[in-house]
């Protein structure tokens, strides 16, 4: 196995188990990092207070925003929380704040995935549906109530693919099927953003940064599921990495 030429940053969550906190990350983002990129991933901590954001990424060739079970606490996006029995992580929304600022301004390549496609809304000055199946005119978007992952995170409905764009230039197509397993959404769109596909209830399902001067994207679904057995889910890792690789030429000359 040759050497991992990218080191590529991926926040932690924070859980407690038992009486001790823990900082973790999904094993199929990390996964899905090694096998589809060739990258090394290193986990990131939702330290914020106790790490320098800025000197840590500096050492980093991009930065990936994973899924969570936790929702952004809304007072991020200046809305009171509706939520009946809300699953927080106010640990892991410092963390990536912090990070995705420290990211902006030294232009790392970012991708986002999920809660990460949510957090760098949120970061960059938009908003979110805290409950997108109460929206009028919205579908369920959530995950199917079965045990099975298979199900899980097989295709749930096609989105639509902004013409030009990155996604469509991936898939050489107008329209792919995606996986669904998330309840918030995006309602306001941060104004440095601009849509890369959509669902077909209208919901922004992947966006990018509004200009070229860094390669920020982010999806609504998981990419990272059997990402070597879709080759439009592998195209998108595969654009990260290329990006990556483009800034490290950049930097290092």
């Given at each position: 196995?040759?050497?991992?030429?990218?080191?590529?940053?991926?926040?932690?969550?924070?859980?407690?188990?038992?009486q001790?906190?823990?900082?973790?990350?999904?094993?199929?983002?990390?996964?899905?990092?090694?096998?589809?990129?060739?990258?090394?991933?290193?986990?990131?901590?939702?330290?914020?207070?106790?790490?320098?954001?800025?000197?840590?990424?500096?050492?980093?060739?991009?930065?990936?925003l994973t899924?969570?079970?936790?929702?952004?606490?809304?007072?991020?996006?200046?809305?009171?929380?509706?939520?009946?029995e809300?699953?927080r992580?106010?640990r892991?929304?410092?963390?990536?704040?912090?990070?995705?600022?420290?990211?902006?301004?030294?232009?790392l390549?970012?991708?986002?995935?999920?809660?990460?496609?949510?957090?760098?809304?949120?970061?960059?000055?938009?908003?979110?549906?805290?409950?997108v199946q109460?929206?009028?005119?919205?579908?369920?978007?959530r995950?199917?109530?079965?045990?099975?992952?298979?199900?899980?995170?097989?295709?749930?409905?096609?989105?639509?693919?902004?013409?030009?764009g990155?996604?469509?230039?991936?898939?050489?197509a107008?329209?792919v099927?995606v996986?669904?397993?998330?309840?918030?959404?995006?309602?306001r769109?941060?104004?440095?953003?601009?849509?890369?596909?959509?669902?077909?209830?209208?919901?922004?399902?992947?966006?990018?940064?509004?200009n070229?001067?860094?390669?920020?994207?982010?999806?609504?679904?998981?990419?990272?599921?059997?990402?070597?057995?879709n080759?439009?889910?592998?195209?998108?890792?595969?654009?990260?990495?290329?990006a990556?690789?483009?800034?490290k030429?950049?930097?290092?000359g």
């Open positions: 196995m040759s050497k991992p030429s990218l080191l590529i940053g991926a926040v932690a969550d924070y859980r407690m188990i038992g001790h906190g823990y900082h973790m990350a999904g094993d199929k983002y990390l996964r899905a990092m090694t096998s589809a990129m060739g990258a090394l991933p290193v986990i990131l901590p939702a330290m914020t207070a106790d790490i320098d954001a800025p000197v840590l990424l500096s050492r980093l060739d991009g930065l990936l899924g969570g079970y936790a929702n952004i606490e809304p007072h991020h996006y200046g809305e009171e929380n509706q939520e009946t809300p699953l992580d106010p892991r929304d410092s963390a990536s704040f912090a990070l995705i600022n420290a990211a902006m301004d030294i232009k390549p970012i991708l986002g995935i999920c809660r990460g496609f949510q957090e760098l809304n949120v970061a960059l000055g938009g908003s979110l549906h805290q409950q109460d929206v009028d005119g919205l579908m369920d978007h995950e199917p109530s079965v045990v099975e992952l298979e199900t899980r995170y097989g295709p749930s409905h096609p989105v639509r693919l902004v013409e030009g990155y996604l469509q230039r991936c898939a050489q107008d329209t099927m996986n669904s397993l998330h309840a918030q959404g995006v309602k769109l941060a104004g440095e953003l601009t849509v890369e596909a959509v669902a077909e209830d209208g919901l922004i399902e992947a966006y990018r940064l509004d070229d001067s860094q390669f920020l994207l982010a999806v609504q679904w998981h990419p990272e599921w059997k990402v070597m057995e080759p439009f889910y592998r195209s998108i890792f595969k654009l990260f990495e290329q990556c690789h483009s800034q030429r950049i930097e290092h």
